[in-house]
């Protein structure tokens, strides 16, 4: 008999024992395959986040400056645009209007934001998709449309009402969907911000070489600013998708482990049918070899198809129900929340660091204590 | 009858794992490549508004804006007051900011 042949009768062998006992394979596949799906859809997630936030975030500004008073970010001056302007490299500095407002209706947080192109049009304003889902407590949600009404309330207490003039497209909602584009005016009416302050300053260098040197130089001209340069920015999300990723892994690893020591507690503790089944077969001229064989056959197909399973429905999760059962930990007690589809974002690496992650351990943990069971004296385990 | 035995059976369903596999990165490939046009917009949105940050959570300033946070934004109450957003356990401090890096 070849040796392809004989591993062929022992998997057929192995697949009618597990067959024997379906109910409890079943339940030992449908725990390992969640375990497989909840590690990937981690995996999964927070890969194609960050690359998203590479992707988007390349055309973000080059430096922003900020200024800092008692060690929080502060209004900068906008007079310091003169000085920063005359730093060699700098080709533009603009000065950004930006600020948060809390809307009591809805309990949700927005961004507001000025855009000069509003200037012209006061009282108007464009929202992301995540406004026009706004909704008060009680009452039902209808979506905002343009021409619609948003009353806000000013530092003075007066109500300042805003008209929606268009929306932003769905598809920027991972940037967008808090957003509120104002006029200046109604900005500055808003917060009560004097004319002679900005919430910071974006500026443009023309060889982004030079990006550190020309930070260091408005620091040493302006020493209560802080300029944060757009690498900075990429490798906040670098760090964060790594840790948040980090953390959830780290929690699901407990899960994974309790697994190992559920897999590690059956392998050692045969039951009294299992035994009695390696005792017939050493008896009729089985050897250990072949009593190993089988058990690892039996490990290689449950983890196999416990792989396979949780690693589809992960993808299904991530990509296609956009993490529905992550939300709650990324919504935390934020009102507003983006409605986005990541575009899916896996590779070869991520389903190999996977696969040796968790097959290789079931498989291994398993076989181990399987030796014991196999060097066992059949007439005693047929006695049993 | 080809699928006669059960290792078979088993054989075939690797095969089609395997194969699940290699049209989940084919999917991956081909979105990636439809959604070109979707990122070129998205880019054009920030690069025209200035915007910093990813929308994911707006539940605290340095949690909607974390690479325009300071050091002292989580501890906004008091300054031995922990974070109390759920979403900041989650978020570290940006790496420009741990002094290791020239940050504050």
């Known amino acids: 008999m ?7 009768h022992i998997l057929d062998f192995t697949l009618s024992s597990l067959g024997r006992r379906t109910g409890k394979n079943i339940a030992l596949v449908i725990v390992y395959a969640l375990v497989i799906f909840l590690i990937a859809s981690v995996l999964f997630l927070a890969d194609a986040l960050k690359n998203e936030a590479v992707q988007i975030l390349q055309d973000a500004p080059e430096i922003v400056v900020q ?23 700098v080709q533009s500095v603009e000065s950004r209007l930006w600020g948060y407002y809390y809307d009591p209706f809805s309990g949700a947080n927005y961004t507001l934001m000025v855009n000069a192109d509003l200037n012209d049009h006061p009282g108007a304003i464009i929202i992301g998709a995540g406004v026009s889902r706004r909704s008060e407590p009680g009452k039902p949600l209808q979506p905002l449309r ?8 000013t530092s003075g207490g007066e109500v300042l009402t805003l008209q929606v003039k268009g929306l932003l497209p769905a598809a920027s909602e991972l940037v967008t969907a808090d957003l509120i584009l104002v006029s200046e005016p109604d900005f500055r009416k808003l917060f009560s911000v004097p004319n002679d302050r900005a919430t910071d300053l974006v500026l443009q260098a023309r060889n982004t070489k030079e990006l550190a040197t020309i930070a260091t130089k408005i620091a040493q001209i ?16 670098d760090a964060v998708f790594d840790w948040r990723g ?14 190992i020591i559920l897999a590690w507690d ?3 503790g045969l039951s009294a049918e299992e035994k009695r089944e390696i005792g017939i077969l050493k008896a009729i001229g089985w050897e250990t070899s072949d009593i190993l064989l089988m058990k690892f056959w039996e490990g290689a197909a449950v983890s196999l198809t416990a792989f396979f399973l949780g690693i589809f429905l992960a993808y299904l999760h991530v990509f296609l129900a956009s993490s529905l059962l992550f939300e709650p930990v990324l919504k935390g007690w934020a009102v507003l929340y983006p409605h986005f589809r990541l575009t899916p974002h896996i590779h070869i690496y991520q389903i190999a660091v996977l696969f040796f992650l968790t097959v290789i351990p079931y498989t291994v943990v398993t076989i181990v204590p399987s030796w014991r069971s196999a060097t066992i004296d059949p007439d005693a385990a047929m006695r049993l | ?33 439809l959604d070109r ?9 920030v690069r025209v508004l200035a915007l910093t940050d990813l929308c994911l959570t707006t539940e605290a300033r340095y949690t909607r804006h974390p690479s325009m946070a300071d050091l002292h934004t989580p501890f906004q109450e008091h300054p031995l007051s922990l974070d109390h957003f759920p979403a900041g356990a989650l978020m570290p401090p940006p790496p420009h900011l741990r002094p290791q890096d020239g940050g504050e």
């Open chain 1, 222 to 237: 302006h020493p209560d600013s802080r300029p944060i340069l757009r690498d900075d920015m990429l490798r906040t999300y």
């Open chain 1, 246 to 259: 980090g953390v959830i892994l780290m929690v699901l690893s407990g899960v994974f482990f309790a697994f």
């Open chain 1, 146 to 153: 343009k021409n619609d009404l948003i009353p806000f309330k």
């Open chain 1, 266 to 268: 059956k392998a050692t």
């Open chain 1, 67 to 89: 200024r800092l008073v008692a060690g929080r970010h502060d209004l900068i001056p906008t007079h310091y645009m003169e000085s920063i302007k005359t730093i060699r490299g």
């Open chain 2, 1 to 33: 009858m080809i699928l006669q035995r059960k290792s078979d059976v088993f054989f075939c369903s690797l095969l089609l794992g395997v194969l699940l596999i290699c049209l989940m990165v084919a999917d991956a490939a081909i979105s990636r490549r």
């Open chain 1, 2 to 8: 070849g040796a392809i042949e004989k591993q062929r």
């Open chain 2, 37 to 45: 046009d979707g990122v070129q917009e998205r880019r054009a949105i």
